[in-house]
């Protein structure tokens, strides 16, 4: 079966220093990857997807992303967080090869200490 | 590209009444997807389209929730009679092709049944 677990539901970093945000996704194949960012009111947008191409993905706002098959790990990072990037973040996995659906994981909920 | 398009943005309605939710995809996308969130549960998927079609919809909590997909350019979600505990944000979203794709958000129903 699949899954997706994002270990912090809150994270909370100063402005200026780094982000990670991190995912683990159980999966029998080769999956595909994504993490949403969700502002408040407003429906989920697409930061990076991972779909077999090459193992470190760089997404919008200077946020990247590096599958490791071998630890199943999706971690999100940032090398600098920005107050514009508080907002919850989501990390989802697909499995064409059993099944179609999206796992999405609970969310992680990023504070931005000015 | 104008995105995925819901309305009413705000909906507050009293318990019985019926519930009608619209969402435009983006043209060209195959995939339409209804989605509820709450604090409680976060994001479940409710029900999905391929081409117009109903293909999945395991995720409607009851009887009282349908959905429709006349055409390639607009679905409804329904609900009827209303309940207090469908309180939730009501999101739909639409992909190219499948599960591989990522999928595009419109800014949701803030749906409130007193």
């Known amino acids: 079966a699949q899954s997706v677990t994002q270990l912090d539901s809150h994270v909370s970093v100063s402005e200026g220093t780094p ?4 995912c683990n996704y159980s999966s029998s194949y080769s999956p595909s990857l994504f993490w949403y960012v969700q502002h408040p009111n407003k429906g989920l947008q697409l930061l990076l997807k991972y779909t077999s191409a090459a193992t470190l993905v760089k997404g919008i706002n200077g946020f990247e992303a590096e599958f490791k098959k071998s630890e199943t790990s999706f971690h999100l990072t940032k090398p600098s967080a920005h107050m514009s990037d508080a907002a919850e973040y989501f990390c989802v996995v697909s499995d064409l090869n059993t099944g179609n659906q999206f796992y999405f994981g609970t969310g992680t909920s990023l504070t931005v200490i000015p | 590209d104008a995105g995925v398009i819901q309305s009413p943005r705000h ?8 519930v009608t939710l619209r969402c435009k995809p983006i043209s060209g996308h195959d995939y339409l997807f209804w989605y509820r969130q709450t604090m409680m549960r976060g994001l ?3 029900i999905y389209f391929n081409n117009n ?3 999945d919809d395991s995720g409607m909590p009851e009887d009282r929730f349908s959905a429709k997909m006349p055409n390639a350019s607009f ?16 999101f739909c979203a639409s992909s190219p092709r499948g599960f591989d794709q990522p999928q ?11």
């Not at chain 2, 909906?11 to 019926?18: L, R, S």
């Not at chain 2, 679905?75 to 009501?90: C, F, G, M, N, W």
């Open chain 2, 75 to 90: 679905s409804t979600l329904k609900i009827q009679p209303s309940e207090p505990r469908d309180s939730a944000v009501y």
């Open chain 2, 104 to 114: 595009h958000f419109g800014d949701g129903t803030r749906l409130s049944i007193l």
């Open chain 1, 19 to 22: 982000v990670l945000l991190r």
């Open chain 2, 44 to 46: 479940e998927l409710l």
């Open chain 2, 53 to 55: 079609v109903p293909i």
């Open chain 2, 11 to 18: 909906e507050v309605t009293e318990m019985g009444q019926e």
